[in-house]
């Protein structure tokens, strides 16, 4: 009963949303809307547009010239002659999705609806860092007056990582600060001891509501005790709004006889038609009896999918091909919850990558491209159910060209830096390490405080440095088990906050 009761409370906290209002004012007549541009470039702030109006039920694109002309800094011409027949009585009657790209590393995101008369809807302003600007200055750029001034409080309530909606009723708008909310169910299926399927069932909020929101699922199985040498097969799929990711991994024994498997991938991730991909992979692999360590070496292809940015430095379609090693070795007492011994993954892949595949032949561009990761975990026992615990990561992109922002690695989050948000930072190359004391009970139950620090080469910005620390713990019952994190971050130029400080959870359950 009270592991039930500690259940339900987790998910009461989990999702909890603090909710705050201001009176605002926002003039967005056509010369101030241009008006409103510039100051955002003064700022030293880049506009970015994907050429894409959306009017009632009809998507209309630009043509190449115009947004190129956009891309140049030509929008008031732009504007004029494309967006002006879209206003009515000084006012728009269409949704324009804007990406501003700060010259100094802060990427802010615009989803504006300016609607007839005096009701507009700036549904969504979004930073991965604040700009070096204090409260007032920040409404001051967005164009925005205050009736009242809002509070530090209030704003830098999870700094870093601010969504603002504003809801216009009538001619008084209302500010709300969202924070995010994920829930994840994780089901692992026992059916034989001999024949492992796992999977995962799961649902996230993110952000603004219930308006972006994911399912996620996976199935996956391993068969390594059945064949004799290693099968695997993994089914993983995530819908939702705003990206889609569908990753297929089947994996048959024996080739010509040898002690070799082969494996086939097929990952697509589509993530605001930028981030998009589709992914085939085929590899050899061998895991010994023991299952102490793992080699695998094939070969795939990845490619940009649904592009709807521009192209320019920073984003284009490419066509990556590429050979793949890998391997793995472990000497930890037990997988799920270890007390002594270490582990090994290391992976690259090194290939060809064609930028604006899609293209020409004569505007075509090749680069070597090389894709790393290594994950060194160690436990020291000091004591019977006690031990030190170190996890050192490495992840990383490299070009003798210039990299692609959609080349880039998508960091933050569970998978590695715990009190960011999912996948927030574009980075080129991460060196996380993380420490800290690991307090064993029976099974898969455990307690762990731990400290992390992340080294990021951020795209297109300098070095910098995040830090986490916190208590995660795993609690076994007689259906599965839980798991939780409780981390307060510290981001660059920032104290520690913990108001910002985010709670990971995720669930298993046994039949």
Known sequence: MERIRLIFFLFFLFFLHPLFSQILSFDSSFYKTIEWFNYLENQGFILSWNGTIYSENEQINISKNLLKNWNENKKNEVLKEILLPYWEAGYLLTQLNFNVDSIVGNNIYISATLNTGNKIKLEAIK?????????????????????????????????????????????????????????????????????????????????????????????????????GWGEQWNIFINLGTGFQNINILFGVPYVAGLPLSIQGIFRMRVQDSTYGYTNEEINFYHIDRSRRWEILF?????????FEKADSNLFSDYRYSYLNLGGQYSKLDNNDNPNKGFKIDIHTNIGNSVIGAKK??????????AETFLNVISFIPIHRNVSLYFDCLHRGVFSNK???????????????????EEERITAKQLYKLESGVSLKGSQNTYIRFFYQFAHVDHYQSEWGNYQSFGISFQLKTRI????????????????????????HLKTSVYF
Do not use: C
């Open 127 to 227: 930073w991965n860092k604040p700009p070096p600007l204090k409260e007032k200055r920040l409404m001051k750029m967005l164009n925005i007056q205050l009736d009242e001034p809002i509070t530090s409080y209030i704003l830098f309530l999870q700094p870093k990582t601010l969504l603002f909606d504003f809801i216009y009723l009538s001619d008084f708008p209302k500010l709300e600060l969202v924070t995010d909310s994920t829930a994840i169910l994780h089901l692992d299926i026992n059916t034989k001891s001999k024949n492992n399927i796992e999977g995962m069932l799961g649902f996230a909020k993110l952000n603004s509501g219930i308006k972006n929101w994911q399912l996620n699922g996976f199935l996956k199985g391993n068969f390594i005790d059945l064949i």
């Open 402 to 420: 210039s990299i692609l922002k959609n080349q880039t690695l998508l960091i933050g989050g569970i998978n590695d830096i715990l009190g960011i």
């Open 360 to 369: 020409e032949i004569n505007d075509k561009k090749n680069q070597l491209l």
């Open 480 to 503: 599965g088990w839980i798991w939780t994190a409780i981390a307060i971050p510290k981001e660059l130029n920032h104290n520690w906050d913990f108001a910002s400080s985010r709670l």
């Open 298 to 306: 094939g070969g795939g292809q990845k490619q940009s999918t649904m």
